[in-house]
DNA sequence: GCCAACGTTGGC
DNA sequence: GCCAACGTTGGC
């Protein structure tokens, strides 16, 4: 099983609009990045697990847990004029840009805040903390996923 | 709002 | 293929 991390601005998208969601299953639409699109679509497999992580907000940081629960399909939003995503590069035939579908398997009760893992050693290797790091999707270690997912509630 | 870092675009 | 200009990301 691989591990990830997914990024998401909470007033676009936040794990509580996921929660609320029917089946608590949302496809994670609006990726606009060859790199984050290439995991989605080359490498997301059925049942990896997913940080959601809340950018662009007053506390950015981890705020639960996802599955993939369907495997890459075409990103349908670059193909409608009125979304935000569209991208008149992609069509039907040839779509450039692919997602995946992904169900919330749990909420934190509180966020872990990316200033708390700045300061923790054994995360450093995260890509997510590389310096200049954009990038909205982020392979995870097993080692550090086990370790965040202990930091929960503390 | 600032700004550093990065990705994309497009002329040549 | 180079690279300058521009746009975006995202923490602070």
Same mark, same amino acid.
């Given at each position: &099983?691989n591990?990830w991390? &997914?990024k $998401?601005?909470p007033?676009?998208f $936040?794990?509580? @609009?996921l929660?609320r969601?029917?089946?608590?299953? @949302?496809h994670? +639409?609006g990726?606009?990045?060859?790199?984050?699109?290439?995991? &989605?679509? @080359?490498? &997301?497999?059925?049942g990896?697990?997913?940080?959601?992580?809340? $950018? #662009?907000?007053e506390?950015?940081?981890?705020?639960g847990?996802m +599955?993939?629960?369907k495997?890459?399909? !075409?990103?349908l939003?670059?193909?409608?004029p009125n979304s935000?995503?569209?991208? !008149?590069? #992609?069509t039907?035939?040839?779509p450039?840009?692919?997602m995946? #579908?992904?169900?919330? *398997? +749990?909420?934190?009760?509180?966020?872990?805040?990316l200033? *708390?893992?700045?300061n923790?050693?054994?995360l450093q290797?995260m890509?997510?903390l590389?310096?200049?790091?954009?990038? #909205?999707i982020?392979?995870? $270690?097993?080692?550090?996923w086990?370790?965040?997912?202990?930091?929960k509630?503390?």
């Amino acid at each position: &099983m691989n591990y990830w991390l &997914m990024k $998401s601005e909470p007033h676009t998208f $936040s794990i509580d @609009d996921l929660q609320r969601a029917p089946q608590q299953t @949302d496809h994670w +639409e609006g990726v606009r990045n060859y790199q984050a699109r290439n995991y &989605m679509r @080359d490498q &997301m497999k059925m049942g990896d697990r997913i940080f959601f992580y809340h $950018s #662009s907000c007053e506390t950015p940081g981890i705020t639960g847990v996802m +599955e993939v629960v369907k495997e890459c399909h !075409p990103d349908l939003s670059a193909l409608d004029p009125n979304s935000p995503y569209f991208d !008149p590069k #992609s069509t039907k035939a040839i779509p450039r840009w692919w997602m995946v #579908s992904v169900r919330l *398997i +749990e909420k934190f009760n509180d966020i872990i805040p990316l200033r *708390i893992l700045k300061n923790i050693p054994p995360l450093q290797t995260m890509v997510l903390l590389k310096p200049g790091n954009r990038l #909205s999707i982020t392979p995870v $270690s097993a080692t550090e996923w086990a370790f965040i997912i202990s930091l929960k509630g503390t």
